[in-house]
């Protein structure tokens, strides 16, 4: 079960950078294409879903995204847009 406390680390390694950034692309094109995304419109930037969600946790983390709350939502399902 994905926990971003065990995964966040990882994304300041060298290779979680590069996984951060591909990621922070993908989710801005999306952002300004549509002004919101799910994260099941991300899966597949990066290898492992542990880090893709640990990467948009981070951005959330960071301001740059926020979470539109809903109860009761599977991970890849939660929808972000950006912060203004």
Known sequence: ???YKEQ????FTDEGQKDFLKLRD????LLDISGA???DNVLGVNVNTDITL??????AELGEIIEIKRNG???QHRVFIRNR
Not at 26 to 29: L, R
């Open 1 to 3: 079960m994905y926990s």
């Open 8 to 11: 966040r680390n990882k994304i």
């Open 26 to 29: 993908k989710v801005n094109k």
């Open 37 to 39: 995304f799910m994260v």
């Open 54 to 59: 640990a990467c948009v946790d981070r951005m």
């Open 73 to 75: 939502v599977f991970a």
